[in-house]
């Protein structure tokens, strides 16, 4: 076990019952420089909730029992219960939103977005990120224990789905005693999420914001996993998925997987403005394999950045669940169906540059729900960041999610200012 | 249709069309506003009537706009995208000074009433008696400067008269319940005025409509 996240080993099986580990609490910082520029932190909340007794029903038909969620909150829950934000992680990401993340040491991959006075305020929502099942991160997947072999799962992790992921966070939500969310947020596989929440739980979900998504995986988009998947699996150090147990690392085949995979998540345009044909430091080609390009030196240094923070087996399981998505078929091929008297707010967000989730994927969304006579905003950016642009500062896309989220609070009655401590 | 909404909108005041639109919803109403433009009738509305209201708009950057202010808005074709909602899921379907931009007015008219109990439509009237005059004495397409395009670059693709709508509400078996036009010193022409009145002397008009059952 080479260089598997040291966090990750201590997160799992940390807990033994339904408690609230505080690991860092209270984190309110005020930066007192006279500066205009005033950088503070939420009151963030790094926990982990086991629940012991409960099962979780897979769609698979499987069952998995006990579960843990790790998850980050930021801001106070109020007193009613009414200003709790779900923010869903794309495939790779996990519930650091708007912290530091353990391994990297990086900043929050969302902080964009959440945080002291940004479109999802942590001065007046309570903001929830969780690490889905599956995920490697402290919530139950396959690097877990099997508690019926006492052996980390491996491929006897059942296959998850989206929906099992949503499954899990009701849990969760419902151990908070929130019966409705303000609203659920996402990108990519994180709209996945939002999409499935408000599909099969919209009475308890009062906004919805699905970014750069689809309502179904693509056949382009399971075939480009697929080959991510096959990169893993054709790594010797993989051992069938028992690699935890013979302490090797299928380091090089989830690199070329995530290779592969980041492609995708740029467009032509920003690949070619940013790298062109220069060369890695050097004046001329060298007739050899060498990452002679910057373009193939950055690849590679983003595939094995990845690897210090993924557990291979999850990113099979993770692709697995995301290839499954389809909530055309759930409703016999017809999408309106997910949606039907669905009385969420909607803002549906996309890319112009995005090929992975193009935007005539939201689009088929945004149909899906006029035919209900949805509330439903749309809005597609102009931008040359391809599928990566929902994680970047998109001016356009910040000032929508503000506009929305502020207009919903109104409708909803939350108070302008930051809500009242709940005594706990 | 979005850049010729900017053009005819006046600025640093509300549309006088929006006022009379205004004054055609009653409150608490669902409003669908096709060719929204950045939203400043469904914000008009939001404020002063309550209405939920939603928009279409075919110009990104509007849309972008109206939906930072916390509207519901959606990118769309009034030609294309009004098949895709359900029958009678709005009060009031609004197409304020659009029409005359769309490929197939008949069929966005028809949709209109199918989606919506009532529909208000704004347009500019071509037998406005300057457009006339301008026809007769110089024998060219009139340019103005509520409707300054050249013919060959104009958005406004069927342009008709007060008389011409009319006639088509007609067709379509829409009763008129409404009918307030604004002359070229910004007065309102009421109902009860004959409507070859509003043909000639209305620079504007606006048409409450509804299902004739």
């Known amino acids: 076990m080479t260089s598997h996240p040291k966090n990750r080993d201590q997160l799992i099986g940390q807990s033994e019952e339904e408690v609230l580990n505080k690991d860092t609490s209270a984190d309110l910082k005020r930066n007192k420089s006279s500066d205009e520029a005033i950088y503070r932190h939420a009151i963030t909340k790094s926990e982990t909730k086991t629940f012991e007794n409960t099962e979780l029903k897979l769609e698979s038909g499987a069952t998995l029992s006990p579960f843990t969620i790790a998850y980050e909150s930021y801001g106070t829950l109020n007193a009613d219960k009414t200003n709790a934000i779900l923010v869903c992680h794309a495939l790779t990401g996990d519930q650091y939103a708007a912290s530091k993340h353990p391994v990297t040491g990086k900043e929050g991959w969302w902080e964009i977005l959440v945080g002291p006075g940004k479109p999802i305020d942590t001065d007046k929502y309570f903001v929830l990120c969780t690490n889905v099942i599956g995920g490697c991160m402290g919530s139950t997947g396959p690097a877990s224990i099997n508690p019926k072999t006492g052996n980390v799962y491996g491929l006897d992790f059942p296959v998850i789905t989206i929906g099992d992921m949503v499954n899990a966070q009701v849990h969760l939500i419902d151990s908070l005693g929130i019966d409705q969310l303000f609203s659920v947020i996402g990108g990519s596989m994180g709209g996945m999420q939002v999409l499935q929440w408000a599909s099969k739980y919209s009475e308890r979900v009062f906004s919805a914001i699905p970014i750069a998504t689809a309502a179904r995986h693509s056949s382009q988009n399971i075939a480009f996993h697929e080959v991510g998947r096959q990169a893993v699996m054709a790594d010797p150090e993989w051992k069938s998925g028992r690699y935890l147990e013979e302490k090797t690392n299928p380091r090089k085949g989830l690199a070329v997987a995530r290779m592969a995979a980041h492609i995708t998540y740029l467009s032509d345009e920003a690949l070619h403005s940013k790298f062109g044909r220069n060369l890695q430091e050097r004046e001329k080609i060298t007739f050899g394999f060498d990452a002679d390009f910057q373009v193939e030196s950055y690849l590679r240094h983003q595939g094995f950045r990845f690897v210090d923070r993924f557990d291979a087996n999850s990113y099979l399981y993770i692709t697995r669940a995301m290839d499954y998505f389809d909530l055309f078929a759930e409703h016999d091929g017809i999408l309106a169906g997910a949606f039907k008297d669905t009385k969420t707010r909607f803002c549906v967000v996309s890319f112009t540059s995005d090929w992975l989730f193009p935007s005539r994927a939201s689009r088929q969304i945004v149909h899906a729900l006029t035919a209900n006579a949805a509330n439903v905003s749309f809005v597609d950016i102009a931008s040359e960041k391809g599928h990566d642009a929902f994680l970047l500062d998109e001016p356009e896309m910040i000032s929508a999610i503000r506009g929305f989220i502020s207009a919903g609070a109104k409708q909803k009655g939350l108070s302008a200012s930051a809500p009242k401590k709940v005594s706990s | ?213």
């Not at chain 2, 069309?17 to 060719?35: E, T």
């Not at chain 2, 939603?54 to 074709?77: C, F, M, P, T, Y």
């Not at chain 2, 659009?98 to 007015?105: F, L, M, S």
């Not at chain 2, 103005?144 to 709508?165: A, M, R, S």
């Open chain 2, 1 to 213: 249709m979005s850049n010729n909404q900017e053009r005819l909108k006046t600025p640093h005041s509300i549309r006088h069309d929006h006022l009379i639109i205004k004054s055609m919803i009653s409150p608490n109403a669902r409003v669908l506003d096709i060719g929204c433009g950045d939203g400043a009738l469904l914000e008009l509305l939001r404020e002063e009537k309550n209405v939920d209201g939603r928009g279409i708009e075919i110009n990104q950057k509007n849309v972008n706009h109206a939906v930072a202010k916390g509207l519901s808005v959606i990118q769309g074709d009034a030609d294309s995208d009004l098949i895709n909602y359900p029958d009678n899921s709005f009060d009031y379907a609004v197409l304020s000074l659009t029409i005359q931009a769309t490929k197939n007015p008949r069929l966005v008219l028809e949709q209109l009433l199918r989606i919506a109990d009532y529909a208000i439509v704004s347009f500019p009237n071509f037998g406005h008696w300057k457009i006339r005059w301008q026809i007769l004495a110089f024998g060219r397409m009139p340019v103005t400067d509520k409707l300054p395009e050249q013919w060959y670059d104009t958005p406004n693709i069927h342009f008709c008269t007060v008389k011409d709508f009319a006639t088509l509400c007609k067709t379509i078996n829409t009763k008129v319940e409404e009918a307030i036009s604004i002359n070229g010193y910004g007065k309102e022409l009421s109902d009860d005025i004959p409507l070859f009145i509003h043909n000639l002397l209305g620079r504007e008009s606006v048409f409450l409509l509804s299902k004739n059952k």
